[in-house]
């Protein structure tokens, strides 16, 4: 694969822009540790030799507002080609830059893991306050839960047509209930009685969009390095998460 990643790159002239997801912060520092979103993401950047950036977006605002936050970081990027990779709500803003916000047509392909095109059900219970999360939270982060609800998907995608220039590809991700951690038991429960298989908090349906590359074994923060539960080799985890950022590329480049 590090072969074919070379012949690949030699031919292009692209810049990758990795954005992160609702409540997602692209580098926390904390007790003199950091903490990266994109969990081991450098090192493969730095294996590859691909350009990367990982913007900061608003914490609490809509696609809309994340998507505009960007945008001075692509006008800054002087790369023929752009990828976006987006990562959960980061996949919906990567379309949305690529709809609206690209007037040189210079992003070709879109990305998007674990990314709730359809919405997520865990959005809607939340703003109907059918979750343990206190009303005031709620409220601040209404702009961002809003814009991942099933009604808003669906209007987000009618005004967010598609372009025929730009590849989009998608991975989902799925975990049966009994190896789900407690954090996402119940909810990929209910997602499932819903939608059918999930990471906890997307579902498959929700997360195919353009040409579905894989269904990966996996829950809704393995897809980005943090598992929320201890190993087990029998059921895949760790999940292999570098694997995954690797596939990533070298799907976006060849």
């Known amino acids: 694969m590090q072969q074919k990643l070379v012949l690949c790159m030699m031919t292009h002239d692209v810049s990758f822009v990795f954005l ?17 979103y994109f969990r081991g ?7 590859t030799g691909i350009d990367a950036h990982v913007p900061q977006m608003p914490l ?33 803003v990567a379309r949305a830059l690529a ?6 047509h210079r992003i070709t392909t ?13 959005a809607d219970r939340t ?29 987000f995608n009618a005004r967010t047509p598609d372009r025929d220039d ?9 975990r049966d209930n009994n190896e789900m951690p407690g954090l996402f038991k119940k909810r990929q429960q209910r997602i499932f ?3 059918g298989p999930n990471d906890g908090l997307v579902s498959v349906q929700s997360a195919s969009w353009g040409k579905l590359m894989e269904i990966e074994r996996a829950d809704h923060l393995e897809c980005i390095g943090w598992s929320p539960a201890f190993a087990k080799k029998e059921i895949a985890r760790p999940y292999d998460q570098q694997g995954l950022w690797r596939r990533v590329i070298a799907a976006c480049l060849c």
């Open 127 to 155: 703003l109907a306050g059918n979750t343990r999360l206190p009303g005031y939270l709620v409220e601040q982060f209404r702009p961002a839960l809003h814009d991942l609800t099933v009604a808003e998907a669906r209007a």
């Open 41 to 47: 993401l450098r090192s493969v950047v730095a294996a």
């Open 166 to 174: 730009v590849r989009y590809l998608s991975w989902a991700f799925a």
């Open 193 to 195: 009685e819903l939608e």
């Open 110 to 122: 879109v990305a998007t893991i674990a990314t709730p095109h359809r919405g997520s059900p865990q």
């Open 99 to 104: 709809s609206r916000h690209d007037p040189e």
């Open 20 to 36: 992160h997801g609702f409540l997602g912060r692209a580098e926390t520092r904390f007790a003199g540790r950091t903490f990266e």
């Open 60 to 92: 609490i605002t809509g696609i809309e507002e994340r998507a505009e936050h960007v945008q001075p970081l692509l006008n800054e990027i002087t790369s023929a080609k752009v990828v976006l990779v987006g990562v959960s709500m980061g996949g919906l």
